[in-house]
C-alpha cells in the first residue's frame, strides 16, 4: 500500500484537490429563482390590466427605476430608487421587495419606456411579488413622465389554449434517407485579380 502511495503521490493529490474543488462548487452553489406562480397563472399576467400603473395614480406608490445608473444619474423622479433591471434578482434588491410585500405598499416598476419595465415586472410576479406593477409609460428625456397612449387601444390577442403543449405521440417512426451521390466539379483556377 506504501509503495502505491508513493508512487502515485501526485494524481491522488491532484484527486485530492478536484474532491475540495468540486466540495466547494456545491457548498457555495447560487441560489436558483423559485417561481410563485404555475404556467395558467403566469400566461395571465401578460394580459392582466391590473398590473398598469398611470401616471396619475403613481403617489403614495414606491417608485423604482430599472433604467442604467448612468441615465439615473441625469435625471429620475423623486424618492425613486434606482435598481437597475440587471440587478433586480441581487439580494439587496430581493430584500427590498420582500419589506415592500410585507408591508402592503406598491412598488412601480418604470424605465425609458414601458417595454423596458413589463418583462422584469412579469419576473417578479412570477416570483411572488404581488404588490410590483409597471408603469404605463415611461420616464422621458426631458425628466419627466410620459404615458402611452397607443397601448390603452391594443387588446391582447392571446390565444392560451394553443398555448398547451401537445400531447405526447407514442408510436416513433424512423425515416431513412437515401444516400445522395456527390460529384466534385473542378472549376478553373483564376490568377487573382480583383481590387
Known amino acids: 500500500m506504501d509503495s502505491f502511495i508513493k508512487s502515485n503521490r501526485l494524481w491522488l493529490g491532484l484527486l485530492g484537490v478536484a474532491l475540495v474543488i ?76 420582500d419589506r415592500l410585500q410585507k408591508s402592503g405598499e406598491e412598488a412601480v416598476l418604470y424605465g425609458s419606456d414601458e417595454l423596458q419595465s413589463v418583462a422584469p415586472c412579469l419576473l417578479l410576479q412570477q416570483m411572488g411579488y404581488t404588490k410590483v406593477k409597471f408603469l404605463k409609460g415611461g420616464f422621458g428625456s426631458d425628466n419627466k413622465f410620459f404615458e402611452t397612449s397607443g397601448a390603452a387601444l391594443e387588446t391582447m390577442q392571446l390565444d392560451q389554449a394553443a398555448m398547451k403543449a401537445p400531447a405526447p405521440t407514442t408510436k416513433t417512426e424512423s425515416v431513412k434517407k437515401k444516400p445522395q451521390v456527390v460529384i466534385p466539379v473542378r472549376q478553373e483556377t483564376s490568377s487573382g485579380g480583383g481590387c
Request: charged content about 25%.
Open 22 to 97: 468540486v466540495f466547494l462548487a456545491l457548498l457555495f452553489k447560487p441560489k436558483s429563482i423559485e417561481f410563485q406562480t404555475k404556467a395558467k397563472q403566469s400566461v395571465s399576467l401578460i394580459s392582466d390590466k391590473t398590473l398598469e400603473v398611470s401616471v396619475a395614480n403613481l403617489s403614495g406608490k414606491q417608485l423604482i427605476d430599472i433604467r442604467p445608473a448612468d441615465q439615473f444619474a441625469q435625471g429620475h423622479a423623486e424618492l425613486a430608487i434606482n435598481i437597475p433591471a440587471r440587478n433586480l434578482l441581487d439580494d439587496e434588491s430581493l430584500e427590498l421587495f
